[in-house]
């Protein structure tokens, strides 16, 4: 297959519109799984989802233009999924199962719309928000903030001419190919691709999907990233998000709910999914709370993905939970995932080497790490911390405290609230950079 030049793409914008989201299957595998669930039993759960840009020094409505920011979310709400996306995903094998997704599913998955948004602009900071029933303004998420990262892409380059841009991607692709060429040095070490959300851009994120399966090969286990998936014969990989226990705490009528709202949402998922998709993510309101008050049957699924903390000392945490409820950490899996640098897989996969199963899911460090690689001195292409996360539901607040309180979204009344309930335990300030 010729691989597209990227420098030559980049600098011959020809159209008058040249989409960033092109597919509906352009978006994480576990939404669609997330999205089955809510829409099998929480058909009548309304969800607004709100943009939040975390590095708050760099002013979004000021790089990015307004009217091309619009055109593109217009154009997101053009796209349907094709007849080969349906086939695909109604035919496929994901997780060693056949018809993950049920057919009455896939029937309304066909007319499925992305739904109106609101736009507007405040303190140099976009006010994006997408409103309406959950199991359509979920999917709103990824491609929203695909489309924003990419647009900041576009507008630091746009004065580079083609020999520059060469220059940019021949560094970034250097770069990139020598965290390939350490990584590969690690026997047995499984990395997968989560970096759809942050890109650097599209065409980007393909390229580095395709360096890792020629560099690291086996050991390069697949991208969240559907339509990568579909178009590079991948696995498609992803699980489930902070987004349904946010939802569910925010639906709890007691304070009793509002603690087991974490178990409820596996006790639901495990009713839909098994086997290697029993994944826990237990750090929306603190991984120290979850393993607390976890019940004993949690024990018996198949991994965790620790997500805010550290990844050596949310690791050992877990661990040591796994013992004391009699399981062996050996025949457990550990699913690292939050702003990975390549220098921290290493670090971590030698420190959890021979004491449990291990993946790394590398995000925007794999798909939007140009620092350095500019031509000339420009903090415009380095990586945000761009989110967009669950602020209502059915009118309530949603909040995620998070095992880094930098991370924590919602009402500051709401997280006090939150707070009192699982405590704050284990919850350690660190910079968030990506």
């Known amino acids: 297959m010729a691989k597209t030049d990227i420098a030559r793409r980049v600098y011959n914008h020809t159209w008058k519109l040249d989409p960033i989201v092109r597919s509906l299957l352009d978006t994480d595998f576990y939404k669609l799984l997330m999205l089955q669930m809510i829409w099998g039993m929480y058909p009548k759960v309304d969800a607004t989802f709100s ?12 790089e990015i233009d307004e009217g091309e920011l619009r055109e593109q979310l217009d154009h997101a709400r053009t796209l349907r999924f094709s007849k080969k996306e349906m086939i695909w995903l109604g035919g496929n094998t994901f997780y060693g199962r056949k018809q993950i997704f049920e057919p009455e599913f896939l029937a309304w998955l ?13 303190d140099g900071q976009f006010e994006l928000s997408f409103a309406g029933p959950w199991m359509y303004t979920t999917l709103w998420e990824i491609p929203a903030l695909a489309i924003i990262n990419e647009l900041r892409s576009r507008a630091a380059m746009r004065s580079f001419g083609p020999f520059a841009l060469d220059v940019l ?10 965290k390939t060429e350490r990584l590969k040095a690690l026997p047995g070490i499984r990395i997968s691709d989560f970096g759809t959300r942050r890109r650097h851009s599209f065409l980007w994120q393909r390229w580095c999907v395709e360096a890792l399966k020629e560099g690291i090969g086996d050991a390069f286990t697949g991208t969240s990233n559907v339509l990568l998936a579909m178009d590079n014969d991948l696995e498609a990989l992803g699980t489930n998000a902070h987004e349904l226990p946010m939802v569910f705490a925010a639906l709890a009528n007691s304070e009793e709910e509002l603690r087991q709202s974490p178990y409820k949402v596996l006790q639901d998922w495990q009713r839909y999914y098994g086997g290697n998709l029993l994944i826990v993510l237990p750090d929306t309101f603190g991984t120290a709370a979850f393993l607390r008050d976890a019940p004993d049957w949690i024990a018996d699924w198949t991994g965790f993905r620790p997500d805010s903390a550290p990844p050596i000392e949310g690791g050992e945490k877990i661990i040591d939970w796994w013992r004391k409820k009699g399981k062996d950490p050996k025949q457990k899996l550990l699913i690292f995932s939050d702003g990975l640098e390549v220098e921290t897989i290493e670090e971590t996969y030698k ?24 031509p000339t001195e420009t903090k415009s292409l380095d990586a945000i911390s761009l989110v967009c996360k669950v602020s209502e539901a059915n009118g309530r607040p949603a909040v995620k405290l998070s095992d880094n309180p930098a991370k924590a979204t919602g009402d500051e009344k709401e997280i006090k609230r939150y707070l009192r309930i699982f405590g704050e335990k284990g919850r350690v300030e660190q910079l968030v950079k990506v």
Request: proline share 2%.
């Open 51 to 62: 943009l939040i840009n975390r590095t708050t020094s760099v002013r979004l409505a000021d």
């Open 351 to 374: 420190h959890f080497r021979g004491k449990v199963r291990m993946s790394f899911g590398w995000g925007t460090n794999l798909t939007n790490d140009f620092e350095g690689c500019a």
């Open 110 to 122: 066909e007319n499925f719309r992305l739904p109106e948004y609101e736009l507007s602009r405040r």
């Open 169 to 178: 991607y021949a560094r970034a692709k250097a770069k990139m190919w020598d």
